[in-house]
Structures are given as C-alpha cells and as structure tokens.
C-alpha cells in the first residue's frame, strides 16, 4: 500500500481486533488524532457494547457505552446519571478538585433547569430570527475576502473566524478583541499534552484573565436600566443568576464560550472535508441546493463534534446485561452510537439526502440536550447557501490536522485552494 494513511488506518484495524478485550482503552488522544479510533468502536459495538476499561492515569476506570439506544438510555435517565462538577462533570477527565468550575452543563436538577431556562431566550426563534441576517452578512463578507487561486488554512480563515464573530455577538464582546474569545475556548478544554497551552497553572492564570475581563463586561451592564440582549446581560439580571459567585460566573462564560466555539468550528470544517472524500455528494449538492437543511443535519452526525459526555452513576444500574455500580464514571460515546448501523443504514458512509438525518447524537438527548442547537444548524445552512453562490469548487490540498482530544472532535489545521469564483 502506498499512501501512509491507509497503513495507519490498517494498523489500528489489526490493533483493535487483535488486543483482548480486557485491555481495552478507547480514550486515547492519539488515536482520535489520527482518526484511527473507529475499528475499536466498531468491535466494542459488536461485541462488548457497554464495556468497562481500567483506564490510565489520565482517565482513570470507565465504562464505555457505544451502542445508539444504550447512549439514549443514560442521557435519559439523569436521575442515576448524574453531571455535578463535584462529582468530576461532564468529561472523562475530571474536573481538579482545587479549580472546580460550576457550569449547568456540569450540574443536576433543580439548579440546572433554572440557570438554563436564564440564558434559553437567546436561541428563541424570534431571536434567531434577527440573528439570521446578521450572520448572513458576516459570511458574505468573510467568504468575499478569501484569496482565489492560493493556498490558506479553511479552519483559520473561515471556521474559526465565522464562530467567533458569532460568539462575539451572542456576548455583544467588544469587536476587535475578539480572537481572546478563541483563545479562550481552545484552552478551556486543552491538556498540558495537547501543545496548546504550556502547563496546568498557565491554562489556570489565562483562564482568571478571561473572568476579569468578562467581569468588567458585567459591570459594565449590570446597573443599566435597560438591559441588553446579549448574554451577559441575561445572566446578571437574571434572578438566579444575579447573585451567582465569580467563580460560577466563569464556568457559565467558558460554557457558551465552548459549546457556541469549538463544535460549530469543526462542523464547519468536517462538511468541507467529507464534501471533498465524497464527490458524488457534492455533484448531488451542487445539482440540488434544496437538500443543504437535510446536508447540515448529516455533517453534524458524521463529524460528531463533540466525541462523548461522560456521566457518574448515583446508584447501581444494570445496563445490557453489565452491572454499573455507584460512583463509576461513565462514558457515552456520541462518535460511536453515531456509526451504529443497527439504527443508523450505513452509518460509515457520509449521504446528504439520508432519510432522517437529524436522528443522530451529536446533541445529545435529555435535560442537557444542547441549547445552541437551532443556531449552530442555521449557521451551518447559511455557510453552505453562500459557498454554492460564489465557489464552483474547494479543493482541499492535504489531510487535516486533527485536535488531540478524545472530547473535542475536530480539526486544527485544513489547507485548501479556491480555483476561481462563479
Ligand atoms: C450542550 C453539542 C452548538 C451551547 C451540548 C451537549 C452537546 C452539544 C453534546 C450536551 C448534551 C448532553 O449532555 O446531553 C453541540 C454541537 C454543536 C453545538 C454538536 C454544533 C454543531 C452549540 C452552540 C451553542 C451551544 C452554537 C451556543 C449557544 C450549549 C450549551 C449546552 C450545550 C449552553 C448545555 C446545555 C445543558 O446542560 O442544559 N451541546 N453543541 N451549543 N450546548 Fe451545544
């Protein structure tokens, strides 16, 4: 074989088959950043669906739940599963005891319910609305300013800069210092391995910076008789969030900083990488724009932005024939139950005009299902309507890079060349 990246993929196929079960570790982010995590899914789905690994000292034990309906099941039932920062949260590294960060994500019921009906109003249909043209205008404009007939990095020029211009609405943040907005996001979830911060104390210090930024912002607007309608206005005139102490006040920020930042980033950049592996996908979208709404709803599920959320179970639990017991971590694998073909026809492959596209996982279910999810869906609609109007082509020039993370499932880096314009 001579392309390097069919070897890689070979090897991790003949890994997964040929390493017994019981030693099983799927949250590896090496083998999310080679994308070389899928046959390991593939067996545990087959075989061992609700499967539990000793871990490393990283993630320490975990069970694994990697069939469509089980997913279903734990993300449903949050009276056992529970989020509660204190208990480690919601991904498979725990949150440091010493820098817990409350967040609703991160929280049970009643809190959770009360902080997340506060921020809800943003994602309103009447407030995406008014969002619709605004966005439509910032893609226009980012999409008008790409050089044509040159190479430049999709994720940087147009993922990341569209998202953050968003978020920078959503925050109402001042428009110039924008970037501090990505920046913030990319560390709020990075690990001292993954190169993008130096050490655990720097992510920690760059993290209080970001809360006394935004606690100006919230002083800024909090005596103004006449409340904005942006984010930081809701949380401190809302009456349970008024009172909230800082260190709640940041785990809410990088909350709606992450969830609004890195997913709909990496959808950004998945549609365009798997429009590119499958041109007959691309022919059908070229001939029949109409299909882009249904086009949206299969990239999420194909690109899986975020790969799991994890759970600690409250009480024992049995689950397809496995005995979870109280206290153990628990990790719903959205990226596997996404590819589960028992539920999902030919779930590997990427289909524009699948019939019920949005029966996928990527937003999870339950109490916690993604407030954003209506918006990210409209960006993603709008990107490709005004990409169709301008551009024959995208060609992408190599192999993404790929984020090292089994959370985040996305791309740091993806080089592509414009031909010309229509
Ligand atoms: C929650 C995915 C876009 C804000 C979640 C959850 C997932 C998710 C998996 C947790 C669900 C669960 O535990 O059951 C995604 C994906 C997106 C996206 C794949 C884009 C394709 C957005 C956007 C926003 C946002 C644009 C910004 C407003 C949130 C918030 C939560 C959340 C605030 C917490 C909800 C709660 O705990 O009740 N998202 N998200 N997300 N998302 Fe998104």
């Given at each position: 074989m001579s392309d390097g990246s069919i070897d890689l993929k070979d090897a991790a196929r003949a890994e997964a088959y040929a390493t017994p079960l019981e030693e099983?570790?799927?949250?590896?982010p090496a083998l999310f950043q080679a994308d070389a995590m899928w046959p390991f899914f593939e067996r545990l789905r087959k075989e061992d669906p609700v499967h539990f690994s000793k871990g490393?000292?990283?993630?320490?034990p975990y069970w694994s739940i990697t069939r469509y309906e089980d997913i279903m099941t734990v993300d449903t039932t949050h009276q056992v599963f529970s989020s509660d920062a204190h208990l480690g949260g919601i991904t498979i590294r725990n949150f440091d005891e010493d820098f817990v960060l409350p967040m609703f994500i991160a929280m049970d019921q009643p809190k959770h319910d009360i902080q997340r009906k506060t921020v809800s109003p943003i994602v309103s249909p009447t407030n995406l609305a008014k969002l619709e043209g605004i966005i439509r205008e910032r893609v226009q404009r980012i999409l008008d300013s790409l050089p044509i007939d040159e190479p430049f990095d999709w994720v940087d020029r147009v993922s990341i800069e569209l998202t953050t211009q968003m978020l920078a609405t959503l925050f109402d943040f001042p428009w110039e210092e924008r970037r501090k907005l990505t920046r913030w996001s990319d560390i709020?979830?990075?690990?001292?391995?993954?190169?993008?911060?130096?050490s655990e104390e720097a992510r920690r210090a760059e993290l209080m910076e970001c809360l006394g930024y935004f606690t100006n912002l919230w002083n800024e607007r909090v005596n103004l008789t006449e409340p904005g309608n942006d984010l930081i206005s809701m949380l401190a005139h809302g009456e349970a969030t008024r009172d909230m102490p800082p260190m709640e006040y940041l785990g809410n920020i990088i909350l709606l900083i992450v969830g609004g930042n890195d997913t709909t980033r990496n959808s950004i950049t998945g549609g365009l990488y798997a429009l590119s592996k499958n041109p007959q996908e691309e022919a059908k979208l070229r001939a029949d724009p109409s299909l882009i709404p249904n086009m949206v709803s299969e990239i999420i599920r194909w690109q899986t932005p975020l790969a799991h959320m994890r759970r600690t179970a409250l009480a024992d639990y049995e689950l397809n024939g496995k005995t979870i017991k109280k206290g153990d971590k628990v990790v719903m694998w959205y990226v596997s139950g996404n590819r589960d073909d028992t539920v999902?026809?030919?779930?590997d492959q990427f289909i524009i005009d699948r019939p019920q596209a949005r029966r996928h996982l990527s937003f999870g279910f339950g109490i916690h299902r993604c407030v954003g999810n209506r918006l990210a869906e409209m960006q993603l609609k709008i990107v490709w309507e005004e990409v169709l109007k301008r551009f024959p082509k995208i060609e992408v020039l190599e192999e993404p890079k790929r984020v090292y993370s089994t959370f985040v499932k996305g791309y740091e880096r993806m080089m592509v060349r414009i031909p010309e314009r229509i």
């Open positions: 099983f570790h799927v949250a590896r490393d000292e990283e993630t320490g709020a979830t990075a690990s001292p391995e993954s190169g993008i911060i130096e999902i026809e030919n779930a």
